[in-house]
T-cell receptor, first 114, second 111 residues
């Protein structure tokens, strides 16, 4: 499968714990995006990378959230001191430099904070 | 990015055409209209996009009004697998750093 992959698919954690999610984009896709989606809502933009550079972060992204893409390939999204309000689906997408208008999404990581 | 308005839900009979409307009256001249869909428990899937002219691909057709204030996504022969939430998004091409999503239209294709 050469699509966008995310790991883990599901994560259950206790409030206050740290969690880290991984996203592997489609190879040769230089842009990588993170979104968050809660039940019944559309995805909400969190941040995006062009190669290894993080070019934009949503103002909604608290300082407990950090994302990296150290080698311009895979990316990680870490949430520190999780809160129940962080429970959501975390989606990753990537796009090719010659077709930036098309974002390809992964299956998402569903986080439940107890 | 243009604010878009879509009906919250629609029904369609299997094998018939599904016509999903979207209003984007505040869209600017260089903003594209994108359509994505999201099948339950999956990530969103790109369908089609357009600027002024009507567009067609293997998945759907996009009809944009001349004043560009609204558009219609057409699934010519809907199948049960087309049951999903369909999102209409207005954004700048080349500036597609992020997509601003609304609530979409939940399309139910019935047998």
């Amino acid at each position: 499968d050469t699509g966008v992959s995310q790991d883990p698919r599901h994560k259950i954690t206790k409030r206050g714990q740290n969690v880290t999610f991984r996203c592997d984009p489609i190879s040769e896709h230089n842009r990588l995006y993170w979104y968050r989606q809660t039940l019944g809502q559309g995805p909400e933009f969190l941040t995006y990378f062009q190669n290894e550079a993080q070019l934009e972060k949503s103002r909604l992204l608290s300082n407990r959230f950090s994302a990296e893409r150290p080698k311009g390939s895979f990316s990680t999204l870490e949430i520190q001191r999780t809160e129940q309000g962080d429970s959501a689906m975390y989606l990753c997408a990537s796009s090719h430099p010659l077709a930036e208008e098309t974002q390809y999404f992964g299956p998402g990581t569903r986080l439940l904070v107890l | 990015d243009a604010k878009t308005t879509q009906p919250p839900s629609m029904d369609c009979a299997e094998g018939r055409a599904a016509n999903l409307p979207c209003n984007h009256s505040t869209i600017s001249g260089n903003e594209y209209v994108y359509w994505y869909r999201q099948i339950h428990s999956q990530g969103p899937q790109y369908i089609i996009h357009g600027l002024k002219n009507n567009e067609t691909n293997e998945m759907a057709s996009l009809i944009i009004t001349e004043d560009r204030k609204s558009s219609t996504l057409i699934l010519p022969h809907a199948t049960l697998r087309d049951t999903a939430v369909y999102y209409c998004i207005g954004t700048y091409a080349g500036n597609n750093r992020k997509l601003i999503w609304g609530l979409g239209t939940s399309l139910a294709v019935n047998p």
